[in-house]
């Protein structure tokens, strides 16, 4: 029963930690965002603590009083043109993958990935040298999922909070 688990999951505190904590998690009440102030900008509602985090965020990597880039000149580099990639460049990574990293938005698991490693190491190998052949990388694998993690301070301050990108774990494969 439930002692049983609880002495399991003790005993197994020194090898996984992480299911240690996560069960532990469960029982602790949420600090989640209840209000963020910012401004005199008060958010209470998701859609609304949202907006103040991404000017938070945007507003530490973007100048709004650029209005032009400079000119960037372009030059073609074969280099990749003899690039190796096998299934085994592909497995091994997809082998290696933490099965607790967060999934990007394409909400495949990094247990989906390695426990699947075997089948998706060709058509992933496949995938990579096309995009590396053809030198366009897939759309869907450059997005990612921003995340708020709280630093330090109050939890009210939108500048208290760091961003994260999850990105889709095929990508970084």
């Known amino acids: 029963g ?8 003790t005993g197994d505190f020194v090898h996984n930690p992480k299911r240690f904590w996560s069960f532990v998690k469960c029982f602790k009440q949420s600090k ?3 209000v963020l ?15 103040l985090l991404n000017r938070t965020f945007a507003s530490k990597f ?11 000149s372009f030059s073609v580099n074969d ?3 003899s690039f190796a990639m096998s299934e085994e460049l592909v497995r091994r990574p997809l082998q290696q993958l933490v099965v607790g990293k967060a999934c990007g938005p394409d909400g495949l698991s990094a247990r989906i990935l390695r426990e699947c490693a075997d089948e998706l190491a060709f058509p992933l190998c ?3 040298k096309m995009s590396l052949r053809h030198g366009i990388f897939p759309e869907q694998w450059a997005e990612a999922n921003i995340v708020s993690i709280f630093k330090k301070g109050s939890r009210k301050d939108p500048d208290n909070y760091r961003s994260v990108s999850l990105l889709p774990l095929s990508a970084k494969v």
């Open 126 to 128: 496949k995938l990579f």
């Open 79 to 81: 280099k990749l043109s």
């Open 2 to 9: 439930y002692a049983e688990y609880l002495k399991c999951l």
């Open 37 to 51: 102030e910012s401004g005199g900008v008060q958010a209470t509602d998701d859609i609304g603590k949202a907006n």
């Open 62 to 72: 973007s100048d709004p009083a650029v209005t032009s880039l400079p000119n960037i």
């Open 32 to 34: 989640g965002l209840s």
